[in-house]
């Protein structure tokens, strides 16, 4: 009997819960965003793909449990955990394995379960010894006001000086703070570049007056122009010229702070000597303590996302802070260090570590009405902040987002509950309007945490966590009934140069514990992703030959994927054939957030990722009319998406015909030869629809 995976996936039922999902996913799934990861699937989505694989006869509902109890689910790319947590809330035991040190150590924290009582203790001792001295370095003189009050954020701008000698800020616009829906909330902050007050205007302004020192000007254009600047003369230079000439990366001028006044109100406020006086207690005070601190030494290694970085003097991981933020950080990180519990210590350093992508001078504002944070890695690359925000590193409840105490509640201890009461997302359409709910309808997850085979097959709940190369899976053959994964895409974000930025804190704090953190950085000669088509689809192939050896003769290897350029897709057809498998099934179904920025700022962003059945070599069906064929599943897809009125762009187009096309050519055993001639055909046959836009015409 075939697994329920290999006939159909009902996306129409898990699309809208899909939806709810992927705009809150560290609210519907906060097991998986106990730290930063890149490209998350949904869990939603991966519950529905662990659940048809493991399931025959008819889908279960989304919501039935399931026990699924002495079956092994592996994921051998398991990124932030997805997988295994899916899995393991259907009754199933788990193995999760990943070539980056960073995923091994996150997702240990996720499945680990730890007293929510003993983590509150724990933080509280941490509030009692650092708390009142990392504010202390954080605080500001509001006017009007008679004490010190909190300051939440400082406004910087890099500043860079022309070969005349003059120091210009590199503002594109002068607006800002605005509100996020500023059509409705029009007031906005306004820096002047005359006398450097702030006062509020409407934010699409073009021309205003100071109110302090009377000076005219157009708040929406700064003198930086893109990639440029120009200095009062009119001269133009190139920034990056600028920068190069120094030695380090460049200075800031801090311009503007958001405090809270005497009566706990936000108000912005222009630096005063006593901001300035603080930041010279910080600096003398961090030259002293510098050496006894936890502070990362790694280098910034050359790469195609860390380039870009380099290229403005970041060179060490610790020049993306400033003195302030190292000072405060290795104070905190210094207390977390000394806590006994080893379990207990490791969550903190997982939370810690998640706290420096909200705490660093690659940062930015935001703006009100949202998060105020912007992280560091918003646009997946690491790029220089030309308006870069500080943050609060401890921060202050209900009124900070991104700092040590605020995520403590939200991303900590949220993981640590949903553990014990995992819930899921039901659609509520009872009162006419659609809204959801949600229910528990799965066990608490309780996992034994193995350290090896034997101790995984000991235990009647397991969950094995490897770090290294898939490729050499310390299990035995046959001994896993589903792989369930969603592998990397050969030309996108090398996870591994971003991740460093974590690992050069956690080498420092952890290496001499954990031997997968005492590498030189968290790369790996044996990464799957790589630019070369070629090795990427001889990297991949080696883990599905892996993923072959271990898997159950019955058992299915599933993975979502999807990719903009036929190049893309047959790398990873070559690979899966080459490995000894057959493509059965290729189900499209909903992927990452659609307002994602990566998406939004893609000419055709893909809202869509294609689920690939496999299975072990099979006597394939007799199709006889490959043609017809993939126009029957293409306009199947279609018409069914359209019912659910789901809009398709031209690149989910582009995913549902190429993988159609090539789960036809692997059961027809096609060479690569025929295979990619036959996606270009399918491609073809497919663009000829009315419907089709000429985006997708062009990807061809």
């Not at 280098?299 to 991981?317: L, S």
């Not at 968290?522 to 080696?542: A, G, L």
């Not at 498998?581 to 869509?608: G, T």
């Not at 029957?632 to 998406?641: E, H, I, Q």
Request: with cysteine.
């Amino acid at each position: 009997m075939k697994h329920v995976i290999e006939n159909d996936f009902p996306f129409e039922k898990i699309d809208p819960i899909a939806e709810i999902e992927s705009y809150r996913k560290e609210i519907n799934r906060p097991i998986y965003h106990i730290h930063k990861w890149w490209a998350k699937r949904l869990g939603s989505v991966f519950r529905s793909i662990v659940s048809g694989t493991l399931s025959e006869g008819e889908w279960k509902d989304f919501h039935e449990y399931q026990n699924n109890t002495g079956k092994v689910v592996l994921d051998p790319f398991m990124g932030s955990g997805t997988t295994l947590g899916e899995a393991a809330k259907l009754g199933a035991n788990v193995i999760g394995c990943d070539v980056n040190p960073v995923s091994t150590f996150l997702v240990t924290q996720a499945l680990t379960n730890v007293s929510l009582n003993d983590l509150e203790k724990e933080y509280t001792a941490i509030e009692l010894d650092v708390k009142e001295e990392i504010l202390s370095y954080y605080r500001t003189m509001v006017p009007g006001s008679s004490k010190p009050t909190p300051a939440l954020y400082y406004f910087w701008v890099k500043v860079v000086t022309t070969p005349r000698g003059e120091i210009i800020p590199l503002f594109s616009s002068y607006v800002f703070s605005k509100n996020a829906y500023a059509s409705k909330k029009p007031d906005s902050q306004i820096w002047c570049p005359s006398c450097e007050s702030i006062f509020v205007e409407k934010y699409n302004a073009t021309e205003v007056e100071c109110p302090d020192c009377h000076y005219s000007f157009n708040p929406q254009k700064g003198q930086a122009i893109g990639a440029k600047v120009i200095d009062s003369n009119g001269s133009e230079y190139k920034i990056k010229d600028l920068v190069v000439n120094g030695a380090k990366a460049p200075e800031h001028k801090l311009y503007a702070i958001l405090a809270i006044n005497e009566d706990g109100k936000k108000v912005y406020i222009k630096p005063t000597q006593y901001d300035y006086d603080i930041l010279t207690k910080a600096n003398e005070r961090f030259s002293i303590i510098e050496g006894d601190l936890p502070l990362p030494t790694m280098a910034v290694r050359a790469g195609h996302n860390t380039n870009q970085a380099r290229g403005y003097n970041y060179n060490y991981w610790r020049d993306f802070f400033n003195h302030r933020q190292l000072l405060c950080l290795g104070l905190l990180l210094q207390r977390i260090l000394k806590i006994e519990n080893k379990v207990i210590r490791d969550h903190f350093i997982c939370l810690f570590s998640g706290t420096l992508e909200f705490n660093n001078l690659f940062c930015s504002f935001k703006g009100e009405g949202t998060g105020a944070v912007r992280h560091m890695f918003s646009n997946h690359i690491i790029k220089p902040e030309k308006t870069p925000l500080e943050n609060n590193p401890w921060g202050l409840l209900g009124k900070s987002s991104g700092s040590f105490s605020t995520l403590f509640r939200s991303r900590l201890v949220k993981a640590k509950t949903y553990l014990d009461e995992p819930f899921e997302i039901s659609i509520d359409e009872s009162s006419g309007k659609r809204a959801s709910k949600k229910i528990v309808c799965s066990n608490p997850i309780r996992l034994s945490i193995a350290k090896n085979w034997e101790e995984f097959v000991s235990s009647p709940h397991g969950a094995l966590i490897l770090n290294g190369d898939s490729s050499s899976l310390p299990i035995p053959d046959s001994s896993v009934d589903a792989v369930v994964t969603d592998p990397p895409y050969f030309d996108f974000v090398h996870y591994s140069e971003l991740s460093d930025f974590f690992y050069a804190w956690l080498t420092n704090s952890l290496g001499h514990e954990y031997q997968y953190l005492s590498r030189l950085n968290s790369s790996h000669e044996n990464e799957v992703q790589d630019r070369d088509n070629e090795n990427f689809t001889r990297k991949i192939c080696s883990i599905f030959k892996e993923c072959n050896r271990v898997l159950k003769e019955d058992g299915l290897l599933c993975f979502s994927y999807h990719h903009s350029t036929v190049e893309g897709w047959m790398a990873i057809y070559n690979s899966v054939t080459e490995a000894g498998f057959d493509i059965v099934a290729a189900h499209p179904v909903k992927a990452e957030m659609s307002v994602a920025s990566p998406k939004s700022a893609a000419k055709a962003p893909i809202n869509l990722d294609a689920i690939l059945v496999c299975k072990k070599e099979i006597k394939p069906p007799v199709i006889k009319n490959p043609t017809y064929e993939i126009l029957t599943r293409y306009n199947n897809y279609v018409d069914r998406f359209e019912a659910i009125d789901r809009k398709l762009g031209s690149g989910d187009l582009f995913v549902i015909a190429c993988s159609q096309a090539i789960a036809i050519a692997s059961m027809h055993r096609m060479s690569r030869e025929q295979a990619v001639k036959f996606v270009h055909e399918s491609l073809e046959i497919c663009s000829n629809k009315a419907l089709h836009t000429d985006n997708f015409s062009a990807a061809i």
